[in-house]
């Protein structure tokens, strides 16, 4: 197991990203092509900045990522992210003027977490209340036909979180990457074609 883990991070320093997360979001790409040029798109829970630099490199120059995150970051992001630390939750005005500057993202990304407490039952709920609240912002802020992707945990109410998304995007998948230790509660709940509500 020790071994699975350290060639991620290997990896991860060889391929200058800070963190061996970027694998699950490369995962997911392959899987699913997130990614076209010139898109904009929205990072949450971006600290240390290893979604932020992939998604700019699949974008493009001409594409934008706003990376929101309460952690700063200490590498050097690519002249098209914007990097804000804030409380996603409890958002900076600095958060919500950008929020309102770029408005209508394309992608919807969120690798936010609650810190675990060991207790199962109450990480899973954490985590999907958490996952419930980015889906506010995405009604806000996500365009008619966007992408949403969600790092929620597994549990009892995960069916029902997502019959909600069925009702607001065209199809909702969920994913585990290879690169996600298998002892992990961690999935991805990916919504594709936001609806617009009548």
């Known amino acids: 197991m020790k071994q699975y883990k350290d060639n991620y ?59 929101v995150d309460k952690k700063d970051v200490d590498i050097n992001l690519p002249e098209h992210v914007c990097f804000i630390q804030s409380d996603v939750f409890a958002p900076s005005e600095n958060f919500l003027n950008c929020l309102d500057y770029y408005r209508d993202f394309d992608l919807l990304l969120s690798d936010l977490a609650p810190e675990t407490s060991g207790i199962k039952l109450r990480d899973q709920t954490r985590s999907l209340e958490m996952a419930q609240k980015v889906c506010e912002l995405g009604e806000s802020y996500l365009k008619k ?54």
């Open 145 to 198: 036909g966007g992408i949403m992707v969600l790092k929620v945990f597994t549990g009892p109410d995960l069916q029902d979180f997502l019959a909600t998304l069925k009702q607001d995007f065209k199809r909702v998948k969920t994913f585990k990457p290879d690169s996600s230790r298998s002892e992990s509660m961690e999935c991805f709940v990916l919504s594709f074609g936001k609806k617009i509500k009548q």
């Open 9 to 67: 991070f290997k990896k991860a320093k060889k391929e200058n990203y800070p963190a061996r997360s970027v694998y699950k979001l490369q995962e997911i790409h392959r899987r699913y092509h997130l990614f076209q040029k010139g898109q904009k798109v929205l990072d949450l829970g971006a600290a240390p900045g290893s979604w932020s630099l992939f998604s700019a490199q699949r974008i493009g120059k001409k594409g934008r990522v706003l990376a």
